[in-house]
C-alpha cells in the first residue's frame, strides 16, 4: 500500500489495469490501522498515536463483523481463532482506556518524504480523535 501511495502521482507511472486512473495530485495520505495483537512484523509492540471513538458505533460493527462468515472461517484456519467479535471488543477497549474513550482505534499516520504532514482525521472527525505529541 504505501508503495501504491507513493507512486499514485508519478507522471509516467503507467499500470496496465483493465480501467487506468489519472496520476494524483499528489501522495495520498496513509494511515496505518492498530496491528494484530498491537504488534509489527516483527514482534515489536508499536504505539498508535492517533486514536478514534468509536464507542458509538461499537455495536454495529460487531453486527457487521458477525455477518462476515468468510473472515470467520479464514481466523478458524489461519488462526485457530473463533472469538474474533470479542477479540474486536477487547482491543476497542484497550486503545480506548489509552485515550479516554470508551472504545477507540489506534492509528499511526505515515509522515515520510513527500507524504502529507496534517492529520486529515482530526480534521475530518474533529473530537472523535486524539494525537499524541
Known amino acids: 500500500v504505501r508503495t501504491s501511495c507513493f507512486q499514485a502521482s508519478i507522471p509516467n507511472y503507467f499500470t496496465e489495469s483493465v480501467l487506468p486512473q489519472p496520476r ?3 501522495v495520498p495520505y496513509l494511515y496505518y490501522w492498530n496491528p494484530f495483537e498491537g504488534k509489527n512484523m516483527y514482534g515489536d509492540f508499536i504505539e498508535q498515536r492517533i486514536h478514534v471513538n468509536i464507542t458509538d458505533v461499537m455495536d454495529f460493527k460487531a453486527r457487521m463483523l458477525s455477518c462476515h462468515k468468510s473472515q470467520r472461517d479464514w481466523l ?7 472469538k474474533y467479535i470479542e477479540y474486536m471488543k477487547n ?3 484497550i486503545y480506548g482506556e489509552k485515550s479516554g474513550f470508551k472504545f477507540a482505534e489506534g492509528y499511526r499516520q505515515h509522515l515520510g518524504n513527500a507524504y502529507p504532514q496534517d492529520n486529515i482525521l482530526k480534521k475530518i472527525l474533529g473530537d472523535l480523535v486524539k494525537e499524541k505529541t
Open 24 to 26: 494524483t495530485a499528489g
Open 91 to 93: 482491543t476497542g477497549v
Open 76 to 82: 478458524m484456519e489461519q488462526h485457530g481463532m473463533d
